[in-house]
């Protein structure tokens, strides 16, 4: 099956762009804040940022004084992107499919991703070579949807008798590729449970560090209060492990 490359997509990529967190960078993503509380010391390190779209991630650990970063995505525009918007010789970008990667051995230690591996089919082939790729005592950070998100009945959100808004499932245990409409039509995103993630980092040698079910916090919904429903339901999943 050929890798699905949606952020190339026209109208897609269009849609992306007019995101907060494409316009505002780091700051415009509601769970930031959250990942960031789960970052290791970056200084001197040497980083592999998976799925790094605009490279927001790339330049802000260099700022924080990371030694390299490699940024690695499928996405032509968004790497076109990246490297209009970087200016730093300690920041790389290179198109790779995620799903089929090389990154040597002993390599990095530092792993980052942000929303990017549940739309990956063949999340335990990278995650093993990931494994393989960074040094003994290495972290690795990573956000992904929520699999109560990844697994919506069609409709979405509901109404109960009583008037809340509800977030039903559907065969929340049938893993696999689920389609939706979210900024274009078709995207497929690869539902996995909650568990199947935890163990397979497990499974594969790493060491379960933190785990999130990451909704936003009330503060945030006084801010913001069209977020008061995404309080519902977790919207991420963040996990911090070690390898």
């Not at 995101?19 to 509380?37: C, H, I, P, Q």
């Not at 990573?142 to 809340?164: K, L």
Request: glycine content about 8%; proline content about 6%; hydrophobic content about 40%.
């Amino acid at each position: 099956m050929p890798t699905q490359n949606i952020y190339d997509d026209p109208d897609f990529f269009e849609n992306y762009s007019r995101l907060e967190r494409s316009r505002e960078g780091l700051s415009g993503a509601a769970e930031w804040s959250s990942l960031r509380a789960l970052l290791p010391d970056l200084s001197g390190r040497r980083i592999v940022d998976l799925g790094c779209g605009y490279g927001w991630f790339c330049r802000w650990a260099r700022d924080h004084g990371a030694e390299r970063v490699l940024g690695l995505d499928v996405s032509e525009r968004m790497l076109t992107r990246a490297t209009a918007m970087t200016s730093d010789p300690g920041i790389a970008y290179r198109r790779a499919d995620l799903e089929r990667l090389d990154l040597g051995t002993d390599t990095f230690d530092f792993a980052y991703s942000s929303l990017a591996l549940h739309y990956i089919e063949n999340l335990p082939g990278l995650l093993a070579e990931l494994h393989r790729a960074l040094l003994p005592g290495s972290t690795f950070v990573f956000s992904v949807e929520h699999p109560i998100v990844t697994a919506p009945i069609p409709a979405g959100w509901s109404v109960g008798a009583d008037g809340r808004r509800t977030w039903p499932v559907d065969s929340y245990h049938e893993e696999g590729p689920r389609r939706t409409n979210w900024l274009a039509e078709g995207v497929i995103k690869q539902h996995r449970t909650l568990g199947t993630y935890l163990n397979l980092l497990i499974r594969l040698g790493f060491t379960i560090a933190h785990v999130e079910e990451w909704a936003p916090t009330h503060e945030q919904v006084a801010a913001r209060p069209d977020w008061a429903e995404e309080r519902e339901r977790p919207m991420f999943l963040l996990i911090a492990a070690q390898r």
